[in-house]
């Protein structure tokens, strides 16, 4: 309502300009998310030829914008504004008619793209992102890493590991035992059957049958290094 | 569709090349002064809520009452002559300004500014002159200096009427009131008169002429406009003791001649509600007024107040009296009583250029640039330096190093005294330091738990420098003769003020001598002062001895030649003064621009003696700028290094200047690489059939090996285009001509193998700069001043000729950190510094080295001036912000703990594997 109201002020006075032809437009204050966006005074809109250039400023109602003055011929159109990123539009002048059509940074002038309506009407197709954001402490972050992740499972291994074969059923644990026997003797294979923490106590760990073999094992050769 | 996808394919492939402004450092490493320009009385409005000002910088503005900050303002681009633009208030709302266009000053634009908000209520253009006069009396009326007035309405802006004057009169300025329209008027033989006009229904008719001076000469006539009585004044050459008055309302008018108690030298005649005041300025300097009371075609003088050299003003009913320490404003009526008044005011040390009042506050305007509004309850509101925003020169000053001062003297002592002597110095000297150990101790921990080198803050008064060297001093020379030192580490907060360095001689430039923290200001009729950068004392003055009379010094240049440091200045009449220490005694060759011809010559035996001259290819074209490398642009490698390990060897010749053409005809550029030695042409470039904008121009930049320019073109794409030019020896790998010998321009060497690019950039670029490190390591940024008011960076290596066109990069490409040629850059807005900053009207960027090697300072001034830091290669030499000490404390903490733990579970474990018994 508002719009028609200034477009109609517009039109009774373009009555009166001196020469040359008459631009108007809007920029649209309109968003999905139903807010509206507001432009600051500093907004301009920038009408630019290698001939001529041609500044106009927001009106009162905060989102409409009037050219006056304008020779005909051909022009980008593009919005400075701190706020927000607009589009470029190509506006052709001739007498009677006004042309508005999108435009693409680097096509060649000739290649128009899609038409606009008239009055110009300029949505902003995004807020201007000026900064970049320092990543900050994060837990979550932090339980991504694999290295750290590896680090867990090998503290597990230490700590929990034994524990539970402690708590086994002798029965059970042979039983177990004599399963995995069968399978690849390997210590990397077969890493429910690796004793950390003897590696860790200062003895290459090898694949045992028994747990009472592998400690006199690695008991023994324990002694023979201090020698 | 297709093109859209391949256009975000390779924005991603460049992305590591953008980087941005961290959130965290925007409004902490920058700083930003808005600017309004010189302010002129007859266009500034004050009022109790805002000051309104036009400025002669075309800045239309809008400034708080209470802080002096701007609340919204504009760069216009109309026409800032003081007799060709006007502002007046339109309503309690709105503020009218009607200024002639730049482009043609037969158009008028008139335009109805919101005077809260800034935004625009209505504009038009009227053709037929220049503005002479506005008056606002219901509608707006403006009289053109065709000799047309316009009527407009005052809500739309539309044009309701017009009338034109009758042939041989010329317009002088319009009085409108509530009964009738005064259209003032000169002519050759009935003098000076007025039409009056009557206007209902849409049409403007003059009824009446009355001659108010047979005399065609009065010159300098002013209106008064306001309450009872319009009131022109005008002066008649020969009788300098009169002033001569006539009311202009009714439909006869009488001339009345006053004759002030003394001599005057200036007087301003204002229209208040007791009558018509005049503020009269003495032969001596004094000032007084004298208010009549007009009725009935007659003056009667009702009162003189006495002679006083405070600046007098006067507000509709209040005459305000300014000293320097006092403000008092007293009832303009017979009694004079005194209303109000606040003294311990403290004035700039500038003599007072005028004085404009509202109904409470004067804005009051001093030579050197300082504006200040005075309240008769709170004294000085607030003041504003704006002699910062026309700058002619600026430069970055080095501060002392810290310690630096006191110490270095003493180091030196000990070194070669007797070891004895030497020993119990240091030991003395290292006593005295322990004072400052609970302060050092306390910074340490400061800085320790924020990570931050700014939470030690350096004291504002010292002249020294911080750790990394981000505190430096910017000093500016202004067109009023001053300067002004600003500290990059304060937010710009002055550092010394000097007025009229060079006493009534305009600068020209400023450079440095031998030490750091000297300085020598040229003025364009020789004068050369020499000034302590760091504290802002004048040492000497002096005159370039054999300064030719008439003589205009026109550029000042700096430059070490075998270990030399001179300084010279450049003359209108082709002369060369060497300021500092005498002439060099070996051959010495220059180059410069005059007109449209760059001219070489030889200094030898104290002679300046002319060998070359490089003249544009037809005369149609004209040079619109040039340059060339900064003398202390550091190179570190001698080639550039590619993917299979060969090497291009760069041109590297110091003697490069670049100088842009164009051809306002055929609306072509082009772009010339001359060695300016030989006056050799290197390389030149043409760009036509573009149809360029040569208005605006070229902007250049010339960097170790290559040369940026940029320009706007419409075809064959519409926009700014940024052409890089990379200059190799050779187009061969490893291949090096300069090898092992020093290479003179003399020489017929060969000629660079030069590779070229051109890119598309967003917006119109004002100015080119390339960032400078402390010792060159560092990549290169392009700084580029926009005129969307900011301020944008682009890595040169983002700029590259060798960027492979329609391919993907070979995997030797890769290495050698070329991506795919995309010839849009700079579609990101972080490429822009300036980030949320409005920086109005940057004409020039400047650069200096921090410290640090990843670091770069950077300067840019106009209007605006901004300040911010840059890292081109990201700042490798500083531990990044989001260091997090804390955690690293914590994680060491946590490893005690958890071995301090463990290592008694080991260790009974161990003994248990000896004995054998563990489980």
Redesign the interface.
């Known amino acids: 309502m508002l719009r028609w109201k200034v477009i109609f002020?517009v039109l009774?006075?373009i009555?009166?300009?001196?020469?040359a032809y008459s631009l108007r437009g809007f920029l649209d204050s309109t968003i999905a998310n139903g807010r509206p966006l507001t432009f600051s005074?500093?907004t301009?809109v920038v009408l630019?030829?290698?001939?001529?250039k041609y500044?106009s400023?927001?009106?009162?109602?905060?989102e409409s914008f009037?050219f006056?003055?304008v020779t005909a011929g051909s022009y980008?159109l593009s919005v400075?504004s701190?706020?927000h990123?607009f589009p470029t539009l190509r506006v052709d002048v001739a007498e009677n008619e006004v042309e508005v059509f999108l435009?693409?940074?680097?096509?060649?002038?000739g290649f128009k793209g899609a038409r606009q309506p008239y009055p110009i009407e300029l949505k902003p197709f995004a807020p201007?992102?000026?900064?970049?954001?320092?990543?900050?402490?994060n837990v979550l972050k932090l339980f991504k890493n694999p290295m750290l992740l590896i680090g867990l499972l090998t503290l597990i291994m230490v700590f929990v590991l034994p524990k539970m074969m402690?708590s086994l059923d002798p029965e059970q644990l042979k039983e177990i035992q004599q399963q995995q026997a069968k399978s690849v003797p390997s210590a990397i294979a077969n890493p429910m059957n690796f004793d950390v923490?003897?590696y860790?106590?200062?003895?290459t760990a090898g694949p045992s049958t028994s747990a009472s073999t592998s400690?006199?094992k690695?008991?023994g050769s324990?002694?023979s290094r201090k020698h | 569709m297709h093109?859209r996808a391949l256009s975000l394919f390779l924005a991603l492939a460049t992305a590591t090349l953008v980087?941005?402004?961290?959130?965290?450092e925007?409004f902490v490493v920058d700083w930003h002064i808005a600017s309004i320009g010189s302010i002129v009385p007859s266009r500034a409005l004050v009022s109790p809520d805002s000051v309104t000002i036009f400025s002669e910088s075309s800045v239309l503005a809008s400034l708080d009452t209470v802080n002096g900050t701007v609340r919204?303002?504009?760069l216009?681009?109309e026409s800032a002559v003081s007799q060709h633009s006007h502002l007046i208030r339109l309503d309690s709302s709105a503020v009218l300004l009607a200024a002639a266009t730049p482009?043609d000053a037969a158009?008028t634009h008139v335009a109805a500014w919101?005077e809260d908000?800034?935004?625009?209520?209505?504009?038009?253009?009227?053709?037929g002159g220049a503005p002479l006069g506005v008056s606002v009396s219901g509608d707006v009326y403006i009289l053109l200096s065709g000799g047309k007035v316009q009527r407009l309405s005052r809500s739309?802006?539309?044009?309701v009427a017009e009338y034109s004057l009758p042939e041989g009169y010329s317009p002088v300025d319009i009085v409108a009131s509530k009964g009738s329209i005064s259209v003032i008027t000169r002519k050759q033989d009935k003098g000076l008169g007025y039409f009056v006009l009557t206007g209902g229904g849409g049409e403007l008719a003059d009824d009446t002429y009355v001659v108010i001076d047979k005399n065609p000469a009065a010159v300098s006539v002013t209106k008064a406009e306001g309450y009872n009585s319009n009131i022109i004044s005008w002066t008649v050459p020969g009788e300098s003791t009169t002033i001569k008055l006539a009311g202009v309302s009714g439909s006869s008018a009488q001339c009345l001649t006053v004759t002030p108690e003394a001599p005057y030298a200036s007087f301003t005649l204002t229209s208040s509600t007791s009558g018509v005041v005049a503020t009269i300025t003495g032969l001596d300097g004094k000032s007084w007024t004298e208010t009549y009371i007009y009725s009935g075609g007659k003056l009667t003088l009702v009162g003189v107040t006495d002679p006083t050299e405070s600046a007098l003003a006067v507000s509709a009913a209040t005459l305000f009296e300014i000293s320097k320490t006092s403000i008092s404003s007293f009832a303009l009526t017979t009694t004079g009583a005194k209303l109000a008044s606040h003294t311990e005011i403290e004035l700039s040390p500038s003599s007072v250029e005028f004085a404009t009042c509202g109904s409470s506050a004067c804005l009051v305007g001093f030579k050197n640039g300082e504006y200040v509004l005075v309240t008769t309850t709170t004294g000085v509101a607030w003041a504003r330096d704006e002699s910062i925003a026309d700058v002619v020169s600026a430069l970055f000053v080095d501060l002392e190093e810290e310690g630096e001062s006191s110490s270095l003297g003493e180091v030196l002592f000990e070194e070669n005294a007797a070891p004895l002597q030497a020993y119990i110095h240091r030991v003395k000297r290292h006593w005295k330091a322990l004072a400052g150990l609970p302060q050092y101790v306390i910074g340490f921990f400061q800085r320790f738990l924020s990570g931050d080198y700014d939470a030690v803050p350096v004291d504002p008064n010292s002249t020294v420098s911080d750790t990394f060297g981000f505190r430096k001093f910017v000093v500016l020379a202004t067109t009023k003769g001053s300067l002004r030192a600003l500290d990059t580490a304060h937010a710009g907060a002055f550092a010394w003020k000097v007025d009229d360095v060079l006493e009534s001689d305009a600068i020209v430039g400023i450079v440095q001598g031998d030490a750091k923290n000297e300085l020598y200001v040229v003025g364009a009729f020789g004068t050369v002062a020499y000034v302590n950068a760091l504290t802002g004392k004048v040492m000497t003055i002096s005159k370039i001895a054999d300064f030719g009379l008439g003589d205009k010094v026109e550029s000042v240049l700096s430059f070490v030649d075998d270990g030399m440091h001179y300084i010279a200045a450049w003359t209108a009449h082709g002369q060369l003064h060497f300021l500092k220490a005498s002439s060099p005694a070996t051959s010495m060759y220059f180059s410069k621009v005059i007109d449209n011809v760059v001219a070489g010559y030889v200094f030898k035996e104290n002679r300046l003696v002319p060998t070359w001259q490089f003249t544009l290819p037809t005369s149609s074209y004209r040079i619109s700028s040039f340059a060339a490398r900064h003398p202390e642009d550091k190179t570190v490698s001698l080639g550039r290094v590619l993917g299979d390990r060969s090497v291009l060897y760069k041109y590297l010749n110091p003697h490069i200047l670049a100088v842009a053409a164009v051809d306002d005809t055929t609306?072509s550029a082009a772009v010339f690489l001359i060695d300016d030695v030989s006056g050799r042409l290197l390389y030149s470039s043409f760009h036509e059939n573009e149809?360029?904008?040569?208005a605006v121009g070229v902007k250049l930049v010339v960097g170790e090996h290559w040369v940026v320019y940029s320009y706007?073109?419409?075809?064959?794409?519409?926009?700014e285009k940024l052409v890089v030019l990379d200059m190799y020896e050779s187009d061969i790998k490893n291949e090096r001509w300069s090898k092992g010998q020093n290479f003179s321009s003399f020489t017929e060497t060969p000629l660079p193998f030069v590779q070229g690019q051109a890119y598309?950039f967003?917006e119109?670029i004002t100015s080119l700069t390339v960032s400078r490190s402390r010792f060159g390591i560092t990549n290169r940024d392009i700084i580029a001043t926009l005129?969307?008011?900011?301020i944008a960076v682009l890595p040169k290596r983002l700029l590259d000729a060798r960027r492979p066109v329609n391919r993907d990069p070979t995997n030797d490409e890769k290495e050698e950190g070329l991506v795919k040629y995309d010839?849009?850059i700079g579609?990101d807005?972080?490429f822009?510094i300036s980030?949320?900053y409005?920086v109005l009207g940057t004409k020039k960027a400047i650069c200096s080295p921090a410290y640090l090697e990843s670091t770069v300072l950077v300067f840019a001034y106009g209007l605006d001036l901004f300040f911010t830091r840059i890292t081109p290669s990201q700042p490798f030499d500083l531990l990044?912000?989001?260091f997090?000490k804390g955690?690293l404390l914590l994680t060491i903490f946590a490893l005690m703990v958890a071995v301090r733990f463990t290592s008694p579970m080991?260790k009974r474990?161990?003994l248990n594997?000896?004995w054998?018994t563990?489980?």
């Open positions: 002020t009774v006075y009555a009166h300009t001196v020469s005074p500093t301009e630019r030829s290698a001939e001529a500044k400023y927001i009106r009162a109602d905060g009037v006056l003055n980008v400075n701190i706020e990123a435009t693409h940074r680097g096509n060649e002038w201007a992102v000026y900064y970049q954001y320092r990543e900050g402490f402690d923490a003897s860790l106590a200062g003895k400690q006199s690695s008991a324990a002694r | 093109v980087r941005a402004l961290f959130a965290d925007a919204w303002r504009h216009l681009d482009a158009i919101v908000s800034g935004y625009l209520v209505w504009d038009g253009y009227l053709s739309t802006g539309s044009v609306k149809v360029v904008d040569t706007w073109s419409d075809l064959p794409a519409r926009g598309l967003p119109h005129d969307t008011a900011q010839a849009l579609d807005k972080r822009i980030h949320v409005n990044s912000k989001s997090n955690q080991v474990k161990q594997i000896r054998g563990q489980k």
